[in-house]
């Protein structure tokens, strides 16, 4: 592992070496300095600094052991903006109490934000040991400094085995940062969490493009980080008042640690000028049915159809993604490893061919049936029930009998 190495006997003046990084890394002690972890390895300090003090080591070829029973416990980063906290954060948190259970390891949670409160409280009942809650006015806005700061200097205090991060936007940006911080494995976009009787997790996820599903171990390194996307596991269920009391590993309340940050930590070079919301909306991961078209539909003038069947049934039209690639869908309505992971009460795939990347999209769903006029279809080996034939002869037909039922326009 590639280092910063400092050579004491040269340096002249101290105090004039931290000016250097950017990142706030070399700190001064009277005529010695020290290389923190929060170094980016951006050798900024090797280029510009006095000639010779500061040298890039290539490291061992062989990991340096880690005393794994320092580390120890499962840490979620709970993901919140206003007063909302994000559903994948629950996700987390069910995963998180399993985990702990096979592994009798504590429960912790990090949550970073302004006037959280009434956010900490509502955690409390899903079975959490321990909070560090981050409340500050510097975290209104999400910036990829201050939270990351936040969230590695939670991780140094609790030194959890395990850490759980949604896979949405914010939280891809935080979890490399923190794992790079550390020097430890990160697995993106875990399909599948597993824990070992000594702490290893195991972590599935696609690779080479979703045409094989990867088994990983961080076996040298702690802590272990793990995003998952949003609908892959099922959301924690909240622990009624008795069953906090037999079960001895949970608490009527979890410690609360409220923490401050250094002010250098709060700073970024990220200036937040102005924010608009988006809107409020119905996307395809929140819909319980979904008509899913594929390029087997020929043509964007075909999509209409699809529409009124999405819409007798009171669902959504998506699609994969050769149609957005065409531009005739939108990309927020693309199902797969490229797109959105989705779980609903019924899919019906029209026109699908059933790439691995899109089936690891949607392969939780309930209930799936495809139609396809080809009958040696990948999509089939999914489907729980699978029609050969023409969605152009099948759908017509469908329609047919629901407006019959006097389903049209259901809700």
Known sequence: MKTIVVHQELISDAQELPKLCPFGAIIAHDNSIEITEECRLCLICVRKGPKGVFTLDAGQTVAPK??????????VYIEQHGDHIHPVSLEMLGKAQELGAKSNQPIYAVMIG?????????LFSYGIDTMVVYDNPAFNYFRTEPYTAALHDAITQLRPS???????????????????????GLTADCTFLDIQPNGDLDQIRPAFGGNIMAHIRTTRHRPQFATVRYKIFEAAKK??????????????????????????????????????????????EDASILIAIGKGVGKASAIPLFEELALALGGMVACTRPLVENGWMDPRKQIGLSGRTVKPKLIITCGVSGSVQFAAGMNSSERIIAIN???????????????????????????????????????
């Open 114 to 122: 302004t006037n959280l409160t009434e956010r900490v409280h509502a």
């Open 162 to 184: 395990v850490v759980l991060v949604g896979g949405t936007t914010n939280g891809r940006m935080v979890a490399p940062r923190c794992a790079a911080r550390l020097k430890t």
């Open 66 to 75: 880690i005393d794994m029973s320092q580390w120890r416990g499962i840490l």
């Open 239 to 284: 622990l009624t008042e008795k069953e906090i009391q037999v079960v001895s590993v949970f608490k009527n309340k979890p410690t609360v640690l409220f923490q401050e940050l250094e002010t250098a930590k709060l700073s970024s070079n990220i200036k937040i000028l102005q924010e608009e919301a988006k809107g409020v909306g119905t996307y395809i």
């Open 373 to 411: 006029i080809d009958p040696k279809a990948p999509i089939f080996k999914t489907a729980h029930i699978g029609i050969v034939g023409d969605v152009f002869t099948i759908i017509p037909q469908l329609l047919s009998h629901l407006q019959g039922k006097g389903m049209k326009h259901a809700q």
